[in-house]
């Protein structure tokens, strides 16, 4: 009989004292394997990123420039494309507030009520048709659905004439009514469509949850639903607030008189065909209508990205 002893394998005299090896050339060759990939994804990257620094500056360039020249004496504006000041022509921003026949905080305040208007008629009148298109069955639901998602194609220049006719024979014309009464009619089938995503991703548990302690529709779109929205409607109010603050089309056809200029508007009338434009004042008002926009998305943005990421998971 052999023992356990006898079978096990004699081990060599030579290679007893000597640790085996034979991965270590496949490590080594693994290392530089990895050592070269990381260089040239690093090589990459910083390439990448040179990219887009350059297009970052191609784009912010035009911005910089209108800085600039708001800073800069007229006759100097078209002269020195640059963006290196010699002297600072402060005055500018002076003589632009005052240049017009309000002053320009008046055109502020006329485009404040104008956006806040439309702010509240959108939160409003695109949360309630977002809740019955979400959650509510009626006949014909699907079809009304495809012709508000059809509105979004529809452009704004198309239904202009129509609108104009209307509100001028209701007597509406040079009043911020036009601009207005739409947003109560949730005829911004974007916000529309973006509600109606959030709110499918919102549990339907919630709402039968509040259903059987005995809520009804109107009591769980403001109790339930409405408060889950909030990233929904901080996105809405951003987008309604830079879209209207921006808006010249709309303005222009509707508001004649000058007391009634929004900020679009004023800035277009510093612009003058029979006359010497004074490009300073321009380029320094357009720079105080922007910083509201600025401040807005400054401190808005973590809601707009947050409600846009959201919309849409079910």
């Not at 979400?134 to 006949?139: D, I, P």
């Not at 879209?243 to 007391?259: E, V």
Request: hydrophobic share 50%.
């Amino acid at each position: 009989m052999t023992t356990k002893l006898e079978t096990l394998p004699i081990q060599d005299k030579k290679s007893a004292g000597k640790p085996k090896n034979h991965r270590g050339p496949k490590r080594a060759r693994e290392s530089r394997g990895t050592l070269a990939f990381s260089r040239a994804a690093r090589s990459k990257a910083l390439m990448k990123h040179a990219i887009l620094i350059l297009a970052g500056g191609l784009m912010i360039y035009p911005l910089l420039w209108m800085v600039v020249s708001s800073l800069r004496a007229n006759e100097l504006i078209f002269r020195e494309p640059g963006l290196w000041l010699n002297s600072l022509e402060m005055g500018n921003y002076t003589d632009g507030w005052s240049a017009l026949t309000h002053p320009f905080g008046h055109y502020m305040l006329n485009s404040a009520v104008v956006v806040l208007g439309s702010i509240l008629g959108n939160l409003i009148s695109c949360s309630m048709a977002a809740y019955a298109f979400a959650r509510l069955q009626f006949t014909g639901k699907k079809l009304f659905f495809g012709i508000m998602l059809l509105t979004i194609m529809l452009p704004f220049h198309v239904v202009i004439v129509p609108q104009y006719i209307l509100f001028s024979q209701i007597g509406w014309v040079n009043t911020f009514w036009p601009l207005l009464v739409p947003k109560f009619l949730a005829t911004d089938a974007f916000f529309v469509f973006l509600m109606v995503q959030f709110i499918r991703g919102i549990p339907k548990d919630l709402d039968e949850a509040a259903r059987i302690d005995g809520a009804g529709h109107p009591r769980i779109f403001l109790r339930v639903i409405l408060p889950l929205m909030v990233p929904a409607l901080a996105t809405t109010t951003i987008f309604t607030f830079i879209w209207t603050w921006n808006d010249f089309f709309g303005a222009l056809i509707y508001l004649t008189d000058p007391d009634m200029f929004t900020v679009p508007v004023a800035l277009r009338a510093f612009v003058d065909s029979q006359s010497a434009t004074s490009w300073g004042s321009l380029f320094a008002m357009s720079i105080v209508s922007l910083l509201p926009v600025f401040l807005v998305f400054l401190f808005g943005q973590r809601f707009l990205i947050k409600g846009i990421a959201t919309t849409g998971i079910k």
